[in-house]
């Protein structure tokens, strides 16, 4: 099966463009306290000409019910990626897939099926341990986020083989800024790393 790749922060036309034609298989939309927070009826215009095949991913964190509801109302999410203990109090529809959210350095112990393992701080650009990660990547399917960019994301993959991998602030020329060679420059990279596996 292919590596899943999800280009997060959009909040722009010519950046998502970039990402659908290079090959992207997931967009992410920032629906949290961050440069890239987009209001969820901005998202849904920006999606609205979104191929099927590309999943539209809500990117939340501790989000009130109210927000959700705008977000589930008005965008219209395939995918909520949240931090597990959300999914807890939300009520999401089961027709809408959860990534929850485990951040490197919590306790491991039953993990879901599908889920995006990152650092601390959603954001920041740091990466997490690889080593560390690619012993939970054998543990289920793993989107690997946190500090990727096209300059590392070949040896990432390498060494975590996971699942899937999720960017955002590695593809910018300034924070919540997008730049589409980098976007394409990372997913160029992800697939030539892919193929070498």
């Known amino acids: 099966m292919s590596l899943m790749i999800k280009i997060c922060g959009l909040r722009d036309p010519r950046a998502l463009g970039a990402a659908i034609d290079a ?3 997931a967009v992410g939309f920032v629906f949290a306290d961050s440069v890239r927070r987009i209001e969820p009826a901005e998202a849904a215009e920006l999606a609205a000409g979104l191929p099927a095949n590309i999943r539209r991913v809500a990117v939340m964190r501790h989000p009130g019910v109210e ?3 705008s977000v589930l109302q008005l965008f ?5 990626q949240t931090d597990a203990a959300d999914l807890d109090y939300l009520d999401v529809p089961k027709e809408i897939e959860t990534w929850p959210v485990l951040r490197e350095g ?3 112990e039953n993990l879901p099926g599908r889920f995006v393992y990152e650092g601390g701080q959603s954001g920041s650009g740091r990466t997490v341990d ?3 990660a690619a012993s939970v990547a054998r543990r289920g399917d793993m989107v690997l986020a946190g500090g990727l960019n096209p300059e590392n994301i070949a040896a990432a993959i390498r ?3 996971p699942w899937g991998v999720d960017v955002s602030s ?3 020329s300034a924070p919540g800024i997008k730049d589409v ?3 394409r420059a990372f997913i160029a990279a992800a697939r030539a790393a892919e193929t070498e596996q």
């Open 23 to 25: 090959g992207a298989n």
């Open 170 to 172: 590695g593809i910018e």
């Open 181 to 183: 060679n980098r976007i």
């Open 76 to 80: 219209r999410p395939q995918v909520l």
């Open 130 to 132: 690889w080593q560390r």
């Open 159 to 161: 060494t975590v083989r």
């Open 67 to 69: 927000l959700w509801q």
């Open 106 to 108: 919590a306790a491991l």
